[in-house]
């Protein structure tokens, strides 16, 4: 079990030159929400902001444009093809494709609030072979890989030619081992290992004390509380952590997503203790959580 100080944490992060412009700490795409759950898109984009991204643009079903755009005036939006249920069609993903070819984007966060059609399914298989860009997969992207045949999850990351981080719930992650919550339950850092080494990538495992695995290496986060225990609050992460992974972080070992994860879990976990000083964890809510990030980003120096 690897233990970060916070002489560590406050070295990954990019410093900020004064002469820099937008462009700098990069554009991050969100490919989230449905019908009823535009809000899920807007608390991920809100993340991404928060956490010192650039840019970010919110791809969604076409009738949640106007909601989300509502919500978010500093954030682009994408409006893409829906079926008659509300969530995106398969042929969104070349959209997408097109969309990057123009923009450039330097990071994605897939999943929260898209709901598990089939066709979202293809969306999100569709979104990770095609976006050659680092990638954080939560809720319903999390939901649809694991009602796909594990060889086919297996071969699409492996062979993917960007790196990934998983943000499952204890649920979701029984779900992608395809056992029994309360296993997962029972021994997270095991399942986080497990996950990693069945799928790859970053694993970033929720509930009380946090754990962030990659192969050979695990982080128990020492912040949060039962607050975050409240519907959002997974959203605001991924957009976190894909926000901080679009500024290319100070490391020199990997790929910069574990990095991004412990970093995202701390931040975040930091900012719902502060939080819970006014609010208290019964009460809390996430936007709470994104209003006490800079504090948060304070203690970190940055």
């Given amino acids: 079990m690897t233990d970060f100080s916070l002489a560590e944490l406050r070295r990954w992060l990019p410093a900020r030159p004064r ?4 462009g700098d700490f990069g554009h991050v795409l969100v490919v989230a929400g449905s019908r ?24 969604l079903p076409a009738s949640q444009q106007l909601i989300v755009a509502g919500l978010l005036a500093e954030a682009m939006t994408l409006p893409l093809p829906e079926g008659p249920g509300g969530a995106l069609r398969a042929d969104a993903v070349a959209a997408l494709v097109t969309a990057h070819e123009k923009r450039e ?34 809720a319903d992207a999390l939901n649809l890989l694991a009602l796909h045949p594990r060889p086919e999850v297996r071969i699409l990351l492996s062979t993917r030619k ?25 021994d997270r850092g095991d399942a986080a290992l497990r996950l990693v080494e069945e799928l790859g990538g970053v694993c970033l495992l929720k509930g009380r004390r946090t754990i962030v695995a990659r192969a050979g290496k695990t982080w128990v986060n020492p912040t949060g509380n039962a607050g975050l225990a409240k519907g959002g609050t997974g959203d605001l992460l991924t957009g976190i952590i894909a926000g901080l992974w679009s500024q290319r972080l100070r490391v020199n070992e990997d790929d910069g997503g574990f990095e991004a994860a412990c970093l995202g879990a701390y931040l975040h ?29 304070k203690k970190l120096g940055a």
Avoid: N
Avoid at 269 to 297: H, Q, T
């Fill in 105 to 138: 984007f330097t990071a994605l966060a897939i999943g929260p609030g898209l709901g598990s059609t089939q066709e979202t399914g293809r969306v999100v298989l569709g979104a990770l072979a095609s976006l050659k860009i680092p990638a954080v997969l939560d």
């Fill in 36 to 59: 009823g759950m535009g809000g899920a898109a807007a608390l991920a984009a809100r993340g991404v902001l928060r956490s010192g991204a650039g840019l970010v643009t919110v791809a």
């Fill in 269 to 297: 976990g930091y900012a719902a203790d502060e939080a819970v000083k006014r609010w208290s964890d019964r009460c809390l809510l996430a936007s709470d959580v994104l209003e006490s990030l800079p504090a948060a980003f």
């Fill in 19 to 22: 002469d820099s412009h937008k």
């Fill in 162 to 186: 960007a790196p990934f981080v998983l943000t499952p719930h204890p649920g979701e992650a029984a779900r992608l081992l395809r056992e029994k919550v309360e296993k997962v339950v029972a």
